[in-house]
């Protein structure tokens, strides 16, 4: 008798286990979907506008690129001088 209720503790543990593993890497699979998601998000010509202080220290490429925005269309030329 004992070693049927040792056998059916050892089974419950066995499940709960299991279930907390898939559990906890279903919430793993959520979040590198909202990465995914993040990547794929573009910005707004608004949210690309460089401030005045980038603009002022003459970082304006540097701003764009830390921000996640689209090089200038004259980067190249800024670049050459």
Not at 3 to 21: G, P, Q, Y
Not at 37 to 45: A, H, Q, S
Not at 52 to 80: M, S, T, V, Y
């Amino acid at each position: 008798m004992k070693n049927i209720k040792r056998l059916a503790v050892l089974f419950v543990l066995i499940i709960f286990t299991v279930a907390a593993i898939l559990w906890l890497n279903s919430s793993n699979d959520k979040k590198d979907a909202s990465k995914e998601e993040g990547v794929l998000e573009t910005k707004t010509p608004k949210d690309c506008e460089i401030p005045a202080f980038a603009k002022a220290i003459g970082h304006e490429d540097k701003w764009l690129l830390h921000n996640g925005c689209p090089p200038r269309k004259d980067a190249k030329k800024n670049q050459a001088k």
